[in-house]
């Protein structure tokens, strides 16, 4: 396959030298629409490096946005001397109206109009449409009248999403208590050992892929029909190539329009979770799970990169309603998600996400394990109380202002990451209240007994395990400040935090 020529930084057909150049879906290649001989590009985006990475290096496309600066460019043609205008609001690249040349915005821009890398269309429209018709035929049933009496398939566009592409270098350090059951107990009481544990290793993500459309960002479902561009989602971001616009040609783009440090704590809350999978994973002895105390993530080093990804995008706006419904297909794998409106409910998938915390490339290494005995005990619970291990807190389905709020880290949902320990639920709470009456009331029998006419005789009784909480309420066995179990000097409030 030839690759792909450049001239001054417009791309041109390797054959015949010509610019006008399109798309071809079903390839994903570029067709010169003189010749039509077809041409690639080589990847641009290799994968490997992550571990020499320091400090924060961002391509030129991912770099911070200045509003307003150079968003109208002119040409002049270099073919007939027409001057041709090109809005980046609107496009990237223009052909002469007088002999056809095409103008392509193929240099960085300081207004986040031209990205680093690109994935071409794999899918094509036919393909898209049949996709869709599929996804409609399911719900036929419960759809709205006037959706399916305003459902054209045929409308759906191809659109180029902007998203951030990013490799860390970091470091994981968690402790906090697991547990294990013991013996071969099939009912309450279970037997348990409760651990001391720690995690410590070099997490290297390779290509952690994080919308950069604040649009997209928004989570509030009543705006959005929950993030469905965002549940597509994996693309095979190692076939990423060079900027081109020319493989923008005939669809529509949305710039970028989130900066890098907007990002950090998303793709840090994402990484965190990537590290809490590989450990669940690797601790399988631990069928009680585990409740981290603390979780810490150490970036030190990071590459950003600006892409723009393919989709076919149907949409349907009801009369009556300000929310717009969409159905999305990841022009480069086909996966398909949408949301529709239906009889009784908004259509909407509360759960629609992609799974960043399985998907993601990663590579553990200088893996450095701590277990130790704490305790026995017994339990009615199956689980040990406040169990974190497997929970996903960079997930944005949820929604970003519950996640990186003014109440931090307390989610609606049940994922609590900065919960404390000895924090309780109503179950709990109504635990204690018992525990405290029935102890008032010992205590008045005992004082009674002790007290003139009350009694000659005393008793006391003990139970040989926990009555329905897992912990020792009477304290941390975790020693925080000077035990072989310390964390290092490092901030031991519970919950989850990151140096960048």
């Given at each position: ?235 095979d971001t190692e076939n990423a190539v060079a900027w081109n616009a020319n493989y923008l040609r005939g669809f529509a783009s949305e710039r970028r329009s989130v900066d890098t440090n907007s990002l950090k704590e998303v793709v840090a809350l994402q990484a965190g979770d990537v590290a809490r999978r590989k450990i669940k994973n690797s601790s399988p002895q631990y069928d009680r799970g585990i409740h981290w105390e603390k979780e810490h993530l150490k970036v030190n080093g990071s590459k950003w990169k600006a892409a723009y990804f393919p989709v076919w995008l149907y949409s349907f706006k009801p009369e009556k309603e300000s ?178």
């Open positions: 396959m030839t690759e792909i020529s450049s001239e001054n930084g417009l791309n041109r057909c390797p054959h015949c030298g010509g610019s006008d150049i399109v798309t071809d879906t079903k390839e994903g290649k570029l067709r010169c629409k003189y010749c039509h001989t077809l041409f690639d590009a080589k990847s641009d985006n290799e994968a490997g490096g992550v571990e020499d990475l320091v400090g924060d290096t961002v391509n030129q496309g991912a770099s911070d946005i200045i509003p307003g600066e150079d968003i109208v460019l002119t040409f002049k043609c270099p073919a007939c001397g027409a001057e041709v205008v090109l809005n980046t609001e609107e496009t990237t690249s223009a052909s002469c109206h007088w002999c056809r040349h095409v103008f392509s915005a193929n240099e960085k821009m300081p207004n986040g109009a031209v990205p680093d890398l690109v994935l071409p269309f794999k899918i094509s429209k036919e393909d898209a449409i049949e996709k869709i018709r599929e996804s409609v035929d399911l719900k036929s049933p419960t759809l709205l009248t006037e959706f399916r009496q305003n459902f054209k398939p045929e409308e759906v566009r191809g659109v180029y999403f902007p998203y951030m592409i990013i490799d860390l270098n970091s470091h994981w350090n968690s402790y906090g208590e697991a547990q294990k059951t013991v013996g071969t107990s099939v009912r309450p009481p279970y037997d348990y050992e409760e651990y001391n544990i720690s995690r410590e290793f070099d997490l290297l993500v390779d290509d952690l892929t994080v919308e950069s459309s604040a649009g997209r960002l928004n989570q509030d479902t009543q705006v959005n029909s929950n993030n469905i561009i965002n549940a597509i989602l994996p693309f929310r717009i419904y969409y159905i999305a297909i990841n022009a480069r794998t086909g996966e398909t998600v949408g949301c529709v409106p239906t009889h009784g409910s908004s259509g909407q998938n509360i759960e629609a996400r992609h799974h960043h915390e399985i998907e993601t490339r990663f590579e553990v290494k200088n893996l450095v394990e701590k277990d130790e005995l704490s305790k026995t005990g017994k339990s009615y619970n199956s689980e040990i109380q406040f169990r974190n291990d497997t929970r996903v807190i960079g997930s944005l389905s949820h929604g970003r202002e519950e996640m990186l709020g003014v109440e931090r880290g307390r989610f609606k949902n049940g994922a609590n990451y900065t919960q404390r320990r000895r924090a309780t639920s109503s179950f709990d709470n109504n635990l204690v209240t018992a525990i405290i009456v029935i102890v008032m009331i010992v205590a008045f029998m005992l004082l009674g007994m002790m007290l003139p006419g009350g009694g000659s005789g005393s008793g006391s009784s003990s139970s040989s395990y926990d009555s329905g909480s897992s912990w020792d309420s009477g304290g941390s066995s975790w020693d925080s400040g000077g035990s072989s179990w310390d964390s290092g000097g490092s901030d031991t409030s519970s919950g989850f935090d990151y140096d960048w």
